[in-house]
């Protein structure tokens, strides 16, 4: 089965500092890779999305790059303000199906 | 727009004891899906349903059973409560079987059993 690990676990940036967290997926199957915000208190809140025909997308201050060779896909947060402090999830969709496989989370803490 | 609305929000219960969590969805969503959250271990795919009907296991479905009589609603049943069960449930649906959807989560069910 799909297997996917994030790191870090824990990220403090500064105010205005860029933010990089990262995952390996196992499956080459996958081909829908999610990003996801949790708040304290929240359900995990769909922030950017890439699928495996692109290697990059971009929303603002967020951007995902993915490479399927090397299968991992990165999530970038640039100009980070306090209130991206959150917890972080990766996610892989395999192709055959509707399951989803999500990394541990990363908790970053943007320091004003 | 409530989207995806899980009942009750807060549980306490003791050990032996069995409950429902609850879950509807208004999006007219095929896929609904049961997870657990615990600290440092991410996301655990409990149960999840492709369709009406149908109910396929997880990583982690010991102890618990789901029901999908109506499309838009999805049941979590805890038979007999354990302190390993005390954690965060998350329910979510997306669109269809095919991959590609995204998922749409809860805002969560915390759960202690004491």
């Known amino acids: 089965g799909e297997n996917v690990e994030q790191h870090p676990s824990t990220l403090s940036v500064q105010e205005g500092d860029s933010a990089v967290i990262k995952c390996t997926y196992s499956?080459?199957?996958?081909?829908?890779f999610p990003w996801y915000k949790q708040e304290l208190g929240k359900g995990p809140q769909l922030i950017i999305d890439?699928?495996?025909?692109?290697g990059e997308k971009k929303d603002q201050r967020i951007a995902v790059t993915l490479n399927k060779t090397a299968k991992h896909f990165s999530l970038h947060i640039t100009e980070t303000q306090p209130e991206d402090s959150a917890v972080y999830f990766c996610?892989?969709?395999?192709?055959?199906?509707?399951?989803?496989?999500f990394g541990t989370g990363t908790s970053l803490t943007v320091i004003p | 727009n409530a989207g995806v609305t899980q009942t009750p929000k807060f549980q306490v219960l003791k050990t032996g004891q069995s409950m429902t969590l609850q879950c509807a969805q208004d999006?007219?969503?095929?896929?609904m899906y049961w997870y657990r959250q615990d600290p440092g271990m991410g996301l655990r795919l409990i149960y999840y349903?492709?369709?009406?009907?149908?109910?396929d296991k997880g990583e982690v479905p010991d102890g618990y059973n789901v029901s999908r009589l109506k499309k838009q609603n999805f049941l979590l049943g805890l038979e007999s409560a354990a302190p390993s069960q005390t954690s965060v449930y998350f329910c979510?649906?997306?669109?269809?079987?095919?991959?590609?959807?995204?998922?749409?989560f809860g805002e969560g069910s915390w759960l202690t059993v004491v």
């Open positions: 979510a649906s997306t669109p269809g079987t095919t991959s590609g959807n995204t998922i749409y």
């Open positions: 349903s492709a369709s009406e009907g149908t109910t």
């Open positions: 999006m007219n969503h095929n896929s």
């Open positions: 890439i699928r495996s025909n692109v």
């Open positions: 499956d080459s199957a996958s081909n829908y």
């Open positions: 996610a892989a969709s395999h192709a055959t199906g509707n399951q989803f496989y």
